[in-house]
């Protein structure tokens, strides 16, 4: 059975640097084909995808927060970490870590991580 | 503004059906990618609903349906209930983007 948890800050102030945690089970991040993403939905807004990584440590990132993002993995430990630097209130979200999919969807998925950004 | 485009809300009583379309490009929906529909219902997680345009995972129910064609996908929902309540996502993979994209999303409300 394939669980995802995210972990980290509920409020950083503006201009610092966000950093979270996806802790997984159920796969292995050394296995061919396998990806880890992470997804954010500010309150009351769409989803909007962030950054994924592969098992050969590939990583895509969104091309409008690409400067600001960094993904690395720990496979000894089945953990995804995402780093988002000069944090801004827009970057108030729910962030959510995810399983990829064969067909590219996302079919896990943790119970997400509200961040709120504020002084 | 999303890549993929979607009405913000549609509703329907119960028993009745209703269909959600999402419009994308030829850099996405139009390529060679799959669309993938999301529930999400109040203060949960997203699920997958369907995948690969028209597969629903064990457990999800067959009044809900897939289909894609040229630069657009629909949701068709049959036989509405109250606990189909809920938003409504697409999700595909965009070329231009290198990147996965969603639609705006839908919310489903059941008069």
């Known amino acids: 059975q394939i669980t995802l948890k995210e972990s980290g800050p509920t409020l950083v102030k503006p201009t610092q640097t966000l950093t979270l945690t996806c802790t997984f089970s159920g796969f292995s991040l050394n296995t061919n084909g396998v990806a880890v993403g992470w997804i954010r939905q500010p309150p009351g807004k769409a989803l909007e995808w962030l950054a994924l990584?592969?098992?050969?440590?590939?990583?895509r990132f969104s091309p409008s927060l690409k400067a600001r993002l960094t993904i690395t993995k720990d496979t000894s430990r089945n953990q995804v970490v995402l780093t988002m630097t000069n944090m801004d209130p827009v970057d108030t979200a729910t962030y959510y870590c995810?399983?990829?999919?064969?067909?590219?969807?996302?079919?896990?998925w943790g119970q997400g991580t509200l961040v709120t950004v504020s002084s | 503004q999303s890549v993929l485009t979607q009405p913000p809300s549609v509703s329907g009583a119960p028993g009745q059906g209703v269909t959600i379309s999402c419009t994308g490009s030829s850099s996405n929906i139009g390529a060679v990618y799959d669309v993938h529909w999301y529930q999400q219902l109040p203060g949960t997680a997203p699920k997958v609903l369907i995948y690969?345009?028209?597969y629903r995972p064990s457990g999800v129910p067959d009044r809900f349906s897939g289909s894609k064609s040229g630069t657009s996908a629909s949701l068709a929902i049959t036989g509405l209930q109250a606990e189909d309540e809920a938003d409504y996502y697409c999700?595909?993979?965009?070329?231009?983007?290198?990147?996965?994209?969603f639609g705006g999303g839908t919310k489903l409300t059941v008069l």
């Open positions: 690969g345009n028209n």
């Open positions: 990584i592969y098992w050969d440590d590939d990583q």
């Open positions: 999700q595909s993979y965009d070329s231009s983007l290198s990147g996965w994209v």
């Open positions: 995810v399983h990829r999919g064969r067909f590219q969807e996302f079919d896990y």
